[in-house]
């Protein structure tokens, strides 16, 4: 095949070029091919100069500005806001300061952190049974019953009235206290105790068979309460000195507080009476006692009455203040 006078000319050119000569021609055609391949590339790709970039958008956030450590209430001298992109912000991050003061922390934080919803709770309740407590008080509990427990009326967040009565009788009296007032119920704990049911039948649960109806009966067990720190030092040592009662105070009471406290009870009048039991006593045979002799009056008896009455058994009668026979 005969080529074109063109490619024939070429060919004759490259032919002709020593070693070197074919380096710098090489040279020149791959600095074309690249210039070629990036006008190209510059004419398809956007602008991408600082001058034609779109603005950012920013938005500020809530940071840690130290460790902040499980169950830490936040405080302003934690915190810091900054700005940050928005792609790099979580849906839920928190943008204002005032939001978050005061709630407790739910997972530890560390310095930088963005805080999100997720990382606190809601309020101080939701930090589980400590959330609850009053920051000035603790909490303590008492062992009750139905009498002592309000028949289990008593319900975690209503206010009570703590009494105590004195187990023990000292001079024929018995003391009762209203040792605390207006004191807050964190909580109830009941036992579960099972019963049966008389002259009702049914099958056990556990094998099937016939036999006595089981019914669950939920009592009151302790009591748990907010009380002071030295409060909480009465209370336990009124325990052990007596019996403890709850009493349940009304929603709305009309008089907050009781002045009258103390209540003391005289038993029998002070004195303790004590009941020995009967001794039987033991058989004897009859014993036959011997009648008194008798004295006659000094008074004299007219001759007709005494002849009558001579030698046999006389009747003594008296008549106002004399007597005869």
Same mark, same amino acid.
């Given at each position: 095949?005969?080529?074109?006078?063109? &490619?024939?000319?070429?060919? @004759?050119?490259?032919?002709?070029? /020593?070693?070197?000569?074919?380096?710098?021609?090489?040279?020149?055609?791959?600095?074309?091919?690249?210039?070629?391949?990036?006008?190209?590339?510059?004419? $398809?790709?956007?602008?991408?100069?600082?001058?034609?970039?779109?603005?950012?958008?920013?938005?500020?956030?809530?940071?840690?500005?130290?460790?902040?450590?499980?169950?830490?209430?936040?405080?302003?001298?934690?915190? #810091?806001?900054?700005?940050? %992109?928005?792609?790099?912000?979580?849906?839920?991050?928190?943008?204002?300061?005032?939001?978050?003061?005061?709630?407790?922390?739910?997972?530890?934080?560390?310095?930088?952190?963005?805080? =999100?919803?997720?990382?606190?709770? !809601?309020? #101080?309740?939701?930090?589980?049974?400590?959330? =609850?407590? !009053?920051?000035?008080?603790?909490?303590?509990?008492?062992? $009750?019953?139905?009498?002592? @427990?309000?028949?289990?009326? &008593?319900?975690?967040?209503?206010?009570?009235?703590?009494?105590?009565?004195?187990?023990?009788?000292?001079?024929?009296?018995?003391?009762?206290?209203?040792?605390?007032?207006?004191?807050?119920?964190?909580?109830?704990?009941? $036992?579960?105790?099972?019963?049966?049911?008389?002259?009702?039948?049914?099958?056990?649960?556990?094998? @099937?068979?016939?036999?006595?109806?089981?019914?669950? *009966?939920? +009592? %009151?067990? =302790?009591?748990?309460? +907010?009380?002071?720190?030295?409060?909480?030092?009465?209370?336990?040592?009124?325990? #052990?000195? @007596?019996?403890?009662?709850?009493?349940?105070?009304?929603?709305?009471?009309?008089? %907050?507080?009781? *002045?009258? /406290?103390?209540?003391? $009870? /005289?038993?029998?009048?002070?004195?303790? /009476?004590?009941?020995?039991?009967?001794?039987?006593?033991?058989?004897?045979?009859?014993?036959?006692? %011997? +009648?008194?002799?008798?004295?006659?009056?000094? #008074?004299?008896?007219?001759?007709?009455?005494?002849?009558?009455?001579?030698?046999?058994?006389?009747?003594?009668?008296?008549?106002? =203040?004399?007597?005869?026979?």
């Amino acid at each position: 095949m005969k080529l074109p006078k063109v &490619a024939e000319s070429i060919v @004759g050119f490259i032919e002709g070029l /020593t070693p070197r000569g074919l380096l710098l021609l090489s040279a020149v055609a791959g600095l074309l091919a690249f210039g070629i391949f990036f006008l190209v590339l510059s004419s $398809i790709m956007p602008d991408k100069s600082p001058e034609s970039r779109p603005e950012m958008a920013m938005v500020k956030v809530v940071t840690a500005k130290r460790d902040i450590p499980v169950r830490t209430e936040l405080k302003e001298e934690m915190l #810091q806001v900054i700005e940050m %992109p928005k792609s790099a912000v979580p849906e839920d991050a928190i943008k204002e300061m005032n939001v978050v003061l005061g709630k407790p922390v739910r997972s530890m934080i560390f310095s930088g952190d963005i805080l =999100t919803g997720r990382k606190l709770f !809601p309020n #101080q309740k939701e930090a589980g049974f400590t959330g =609850t407590i !009053p920051a000035n008080c603790r909490a303590v509990s008492l062992a $009750i019953d139905d009498v002592t @427990g309000v028949a289990g009326f &008593a319900l975690p967040g209503d206010y009570v009235d703590v009494m105590t009565v004195s187990d023990k009788v000292k001079d024929g009296k018995v003391t009762g206290e209203i040792l605390l007032q207006n004191v807050l119920l964190l909580s109830i704990n009941k $036992i579960t105790d099972s019963a049966n049911v008389g002259g009702e039948k049914g099958k056990d649960s556990k094998d @099937g068979k016939e036999g006595d109806k089981v019914r669950t *009966v939920d +009592a %009151p067990a =302790t009591a748990t309460l +907010a009380v002071l720190p030295e409060e909480a030092l009465r209370l336990m040592v009124a325990s #052990q000195a @007596g019996k403890v009662y709850l009493v349940l105070r009304p929603f709305r009471p009309a008089e %907050p507080y009781i *002045v009258n /406290t103390d209540y003391t $009870i /005289t038993l029998n009048q002070g004195k303790k /009476t004590e009941t020995a039991p009967a001794t039987p006593m033991p058989a004897s045979a009859p014993v036959s006692v %011997p +009648a008194p002799a008798y004295t006659p009056p000094a #008074q004299s008896y007219s001759g007709s009455y005494e002849a009558s009455y001579a030698g046999g058994s006389s009747i003594e009668v008296i008549r106002g =203040t004399q007597s005869s026979r």
